[in-house]
T-cell receptor, first 114, second 114 residues
Framework: AQSVTQPDIHITVSEGASLELRCNYS??????LFWYVQSPGQGLQLLLKYFSGDTLVQGIKGFEAEFKRSQSSFNLRKPSVHWSDAAEYFCAVVTSYNTDKLIFGTGTRLQVFP | EAGVTQFPSHSVIEKGQTVTLRCDPISGHDNLYWYRRVMGKEIKFLLHFVKESKQDESGMPNNRFLAERTGGTYSTLKVQPAELEDSGVYFC????????????FGPGTRLTVT
């Protein structure tokens, strides 16, 4: 069965530090890949997506993600974290081109210290 | 433009009672999805409407859950009778048919069954 793994449940970083959130998927072909963020009291917001082409994708709020086929990974990065980035981050995939239902990882909660 | 809205934001009911959750998608979005996140677990797909028709209801847990989308506009998700394991956050999302992979999420309804 298709699955998405986010191995880090909780990450704490200092403001201004770099960030990398890990995501691995289990699927035979290359799925469509997404990162969402949920701030307190808000809905999930799409940060970025990968369908094909350049494996380094840029998103909103200064985030980027790199697709690595050999590692079945789609890690999210940001060079300098801001206090407002504190939120929960979800990696998700769409595994069939006949459906657009998302399969999510369990999420990573990011805490940012001043 | 208003985003996806959900009502109520939080509901506390006793086991055996009935609860109805409502989702208003973004105007003009034909596709409407329901997802659920049980405490500590991943967000899981429940079902997908295209206009008023159920396109995919493979994620509905059992027949205690009934989803409707009247006239292809807002949707309701009824749980009757509620069980303890139904507690969680219920998210609604919508997309425009031309961009099926850009799902816009509502803030969710937190359901607590005691």
């Amino acid at each position: 069965a298709q699955s998405v793994t986010q191995p880090d449940i909780h990450i704490t970083v200092s403001e201004g530090a770099s960030l990398e959130l890990r995501c691995n998927y289990s699927y035979g072909a290359t799925p469509y890949l997404f990162w969402y963020v949920q701030s307190p009291g808000q809905g999930l917001q799409l940060l970025l997506k990968y369908f094909s082409g350049d494996t380094l994708v840029q998103g909103i709020k200064g985030f980027e993600a790199e697709f690595k086929r050999s590692q079945s990974s789609f890690n999210l990065r940001k060079p300098s974290v801001h206090w407002s980035d504190a939120a929960e981050y979800f990696c998700a995939v769409v595994t069939s081109y006949n459906t657009d239902k998302l399969i999510f990882g369990t999420g990573t909660r990011l805490q940012v210290f001043p | 433009e208003a985003g996806v809205t959900q009502f109520p934001s939080h509901s506390v009911i006793e086991k055996g009672q009935t609860v109805t959750l409502r989702c208003d998608p973004i105007s003009g979005h034909d596709n409407l999805y329901w997802y659920r996140r049980v405490m500590g677990k991943e967000i899981k797909f429940l079902l997908h409407f295209v206009k008023e028709s159920k396109q995919d209801e493979s994620g509905m847990p059992n027949n205690r859950f009934l989803a409707e989308r009247t006239g292809g506009t807002y949707s309701t998700l009824k749980v009757q009778p509620a069980e303890l394991e139904d507690s969680g956050v219920y998210f609604c999302a919508s997309t425009f048919s031309g961009t099926p992979y850009e799902q816009y999420f509502g803030p969710g309804t937190r359901l607590t069954v005691t």
